[in-house]
């Protein structure tokens, strides 16, 4: 079991800047990998940015070059730098954890923080 527990969203104008931060029940070393994802109103969750354990990185192309994922498990914790943000950036924010065992996967997610891009 991991719990995710989201901070950092808000309000930004466009071009603006935030760091999400996603905090895990424990540690994060092992878990297979930690992302991030995002909802708009009307659409289909989708994902963001990844990271495996191995720090081998994944980008929606909407966000490559603005959006920097990266991790801390000294401190259990992942993190998405936001930069030059657009209204198109705003929705729900997801963190998201996958863990596997031999034969099954397990998907945990956070309860989201709201990212609002507007002038």
């Known amino acids: 079991q991991v719990q995710l527990v989201e901070s950092g969203g808000g309000l930004v104008q466009p071009g603006g800047s935030l760091r999400l931060s996603c905090a895990a029940s424990?540690?994060?070393?092992?878990?297979?990998?930690m992302g991030w994802y995002r909802q708009a109103p009307g659409k289909q969750r989708e994902l963001v940015a990844a990271?495996?354990?191995?720090?081998?990185?994944n980008y929606a192309d909407s966000v490559k070059g603005r959006f920097t994922i990266s991790r801390d498990n000294a401190k259990n914790t992942v993190y998405l730098q936001m930069s030059s943000l657009k209204p198109e950036d705003t929705a729900v924010y997801y963190c998201?954890?996958?863990?596997?065992?031999?034969?099954?996967?397990?998907?945990?997610w956070g309860q989201g923080t709201q990212v609002t891009v507007s002038s």
């Open positions: 998201n954890a996958v863990t596997t065992t031999a034969t099954l996967t397990y998907n945990y």
């Open positions: 424990r540690s994060i070393f092992s878990i297979y990998a």
């Open positions: 990271m495996t354990s191995g720090s081998t990185t």
